[in-house]
C-alpha cells in the first residue's frame, strides 16, 4: 500500500530565506508524485507534479522539487519565501491509474515572518 | 478560464437532516471525486465517479451517497449528518484515458460543512 510521510507538521521561516518541505514515500508500484498548497478555507492547487523524465521539477510561484528514487523522497523547496507563501503544503502521491486516489500526506504548515 | 466549482461555500445543516453538497466543472473531465478533509487533516477520499460508473472507498460510511447526472455535475447528499460529519468536502477532477492514467487532479474551493 502506497503512503506518504512529511516529515515536519510546523516550518516557520522568516521571509526571503530559504526553506525546504520534507516528503518521504513508499510504494510497490511506479508513482506520480504531487505537492499542492492550500490557503485558508480554500481547495487545494497543484504545484507541481513527477511524472517521468527530468527528477528536478520546477512549479508555480518559485518552488521545485526533486525526486530521487533511492530515497524515496520528494522535497519542496524554495530559494526565498514571501509572506504570501503561508499556508498548508500537501505531498501526494498516485499510482496515476483514473480514479485512483490521491494519497496525501499530513500537510506542512510554512508559517512565514517578517 | 475552465475551473471546479463547489456550492455553497459554507453549509449549516441541523444534525440528522440531510444536506446536499454541488460541484460542477467545465473542464470536461470524465473523473470526478469527493474528498472529505475534517481540521488540520489531509484529505480523505470517500468516492469517485468514472463517467458515468460510481467507485465506493471501501471506508466511507453509508450514510455518504453521490449522484452525477451529468458530466459537468456531481452532488454528495450526506443523508443524516453527525457532529463527526463536520468537515470542508472538497471536489476534484481528472481526465482518465483509457489505457493510461490520470495523473494530476483539479480540485474546486470546497465547501465547509457544520453541523448543529
Known amino acids: 500500500a502506497q503512503s506518504v510521510t512529511q516529515l515536519d507538521s510546523q516550518v516557520p521561516v522568516f521571509e526571503e530565506a530559504p526553506v525546504e518541505l520534507r516528503c518521504n514515500y513508499s510504494?510497490?508500484?511506479?508513482?506520480?508524485l504531487f505537492w499542492y498548497v492550500q490557503y485558508p478555507n480554500q481547495g487545494l492547487q497543484l504545484l507541481l507534479k513527477?511524472?517521468?523524465?527530468?527528477?528536478l521539477v520546477k512549479g508555480i510561484n518559485g518552488f521545485e522539487a526533486e525526486f530521487n528514487k533511492s530515497q524515496t523522497s520528494f522535497h519542496l523547496r524554495k530559494p526565498s519565501v514571501h509572506i504570501s507563501d503561508t499556508a498548508e503544503y500537501f505531498c501526494?502521491?498516485?499510482?496515476?491509474?483514473?480514479?485512483?486516489?490521491?494519497?496525501f500526506g499530513k500537510g506542512t504548515t510554512l508559517s512565514v515572518s517578517s | 478560464d475552465a475551473m471546479v466549482i463547489q456550492n455553497p461555500r459554507y453549509q449549516v445543516t441541523q444534525f440528522g437532516k440531510p444536506v446536499t453538497l454541488s460541484c460542477s466543472q467545465t473542464?470536461?473531465?470524465?473523473?470526478m471525486y469527493w474528498y472529505q478533509q475534517k481540521s488540520s487533516q489531509a484529505p480523505k477520499l470517500l468516492f469517485h465517479?468514472?463517467?458515468?460508473?460510481?467507485?465506493n472507498e471501501a471506508d466511507t460510511p453509508d450514510n455518504f451517497q453521490s449522484r452525477r447526472p451529468n458530466t459537468s455535475f456531481c452532488f454528495l447528499d450526506i443523508r443524516s449528518p453527525g457532529l463527526g460529519d463536520a468537515a470542508m468536502y472538497l471536489c476534484?477532477?481528472?481526465?482518465?484515458?483509457?489505457?493510461?492514467?490520470?495523473?494530476?487532479?483539479?480540485f474546486g474551493p470546497g465547501t465547509r460543512l457544520t453541523v448543529t
Open positions: 476534484a477532477t481528472s481526465r482518465g484515458l483509457l489505457g493510461t492514467g490520470s495523473y494530476e487532479q483539479y
Open positions: 510504494s510497490s508500484v511506479s508513482v506520480y
Open positions: 513527477y511524472l517521468s523524465g527530468s527528477t
Open positions: 501526494a502521491v498516485s499510482e496515476g491509474q483514473a480514479g485512483t486516489a490521491l494519497i
Open positions: 473542464l470536461n473531465h470524465n473523473v
Open positions: 465517479y468514472y463517467d458515468k460508473d460510481f467507485n
